[in-house]
């Protein structure tokens, strides 16, 4: 069959519209594909949190690290020498007799004198001992309690303190004691501790008689000799 040539423009026009329709079709579904993928994409404006690389977490071993802990503040050599002489000896059977014997029962300040002459005290003619082995025959200032703070406070070796400045109290002073509070001293020994918590300031010493190395003031004056007091001579 053959068209004339107005049917043929009339199938062109149509098929052009059918084209035409079939374009604007694929157009409006690519639109609307794109407004979808909008709406599901993630948002990067400046609200949004962003995800950052966090560090890593330390080991068990990093965060276990003790805090540091103060130091006791190291001693001189003179009180180093002072305190090896007193936890060497202070044992009845470490007394160092062969040289200075012993005071019977009351070997307290024969014992105090031979520390501060290991720390480098020298005698005089008040307080000395012949270094004999016959402790009887020193001084009254090297083996009585009381001749030895007054030999200390007319000489200025030391600084006398009270129970109430203990906190000025270093280890190599001097402690004494007025068991019965009558004004002299009763027993003498040679400080090797000191501990401080807080306010609280605990004092040990060693002596002879009773022997001990570490004997706590406070135990001294409260079980030991209940109402007692304590003295001491702070040694430059």
């Given at each position: ?23 604007t079709a ?43 802990v103060a ?34 029962e009351n ?130």
């Amino acid at each position: 069959m053959q068209l004339t040539r107005w049917q043929l423009l009339g199938l062109t026009a149509a098929v052009g519209a059918v084209l035409a329709v079939g374009a604007t079709a694929l157009v409006v579904q690519a639109l609307e594909g794109s407004a979808d993928s909008a709406q599901t994409a993630p948002t990067t404006d400046a609200a949004s949190p962003v995800a950052t690389k966090q560090p890593a977490r330390p080991t068990p071993t990093e965060s276990a690290v003790a805090a540091p802990v103060a130091a006791t503040p190291a001693v001189g050599a003179a009180v180093t020498a002072q305190l090896d002489y007193l936890l060497t000896h202070w044992k009845l059977e470490n007394y160092n007799s062969a040289e200075w014997g012993v005071l019977g029962e009351n070997d307290c300040v024969n014992f105090a004198s031979q520390a501060m002459i290991a720390r480098g005290w020298t005698m005089d003619a008040v307080w000395s001992s012949p270094k004999n082995g016959n402790a009887y025959d020193s001084t009254a200032a090297w083996r009585s309690s009381t001749a030895f703070m007054k030999y200390i406070a007319a000489t200025g070796k030391a600084v006398a303190l009270t129970d109430q400045q203990r906190d000025q109290v270093k280890v190599g002073d001097i402690a004494q004691f007025d068991w019965d509070n009558t004004g002299d001293r009763d027993h003498t020994g040679i400080v090797t501790k000191v501990e401080k918590v807080g306010d609280t300031v605990s004092i040990f010493f060693a002596g002879h008689t009773l022997d001990s190395d570490y004997r706590s003031v406070d135990t001294a004056i409260t079980v030991d000799h209940p109402g007692g007091t304590a003295y001491y001579w702070s040694v430059p």
